[in-house]
């Protein structure tokens, strides 16, 4: 029901989208999010929006260098990843929450995309 794209392989200081494409029945008065694996390490929350858009939260590993946006029409959202680090490699998951509003917890979160694979080279 949700299916992440746009991953690849960029070097560090460079930008990539990353669209997530949801099921109108499920997101449209869910918020959603961004969460990250890294190689070695455990899940973590990136991102996330509430289900109007209006409200955005983000780890402080990525303020100020990612944003979340959503088009409710579409049903879809997407992050905006810029200056990238070889510390933001990670498989990039999008979700969709339980809740009208973006948490930080993945429990919070029921439906889950397949992943996809971000690399930043030094």
């Known amino acids: 029901q949700l299916q992440a794209s746009g991953g690849g392989l960029v070097q560090a200081g460079g930008s990539l989208r990353l669209p997530c494409t949801a099921s109108?029945?499920?997101?449209?008065?869910?918020?959603m999010g961004w969460f990250r694996r890294a190689p070695g390490k455990e899940r973590e929350f990136v991102a996330g929006?509430?289900?109007?858009?209006?409200?955005?939260t983000y780890a402080d590993s990525v303020k100020g260098r990612f944003t979340i946006s959503r088009d409710r029409a579409k049903s879809t959202i997407a992050l905006q990843m810029s200056s990238l680090k070889p510390e933001d490699t990670a498989v990039y998951y999008c979700?969709?929450?339980?809740?009208?509003?973006?948490?930080?917890?993945?429990?919070?979160?029921?439906?889950w995309g397949q992943g996809t694979l971000v690399t930043v080279s030094s």
């Open positions: 979700a969709t929450s339980r809740k009208s509003f973006s948490g930080t917890d993945y429990s919070e979160y029921v439906y």
């Open positions: 109108a029945r499920t997101s449209s008065n869910n918020g």
């Open positions: 929006i509430s289900w109007s858009g209006a409200s955005t």
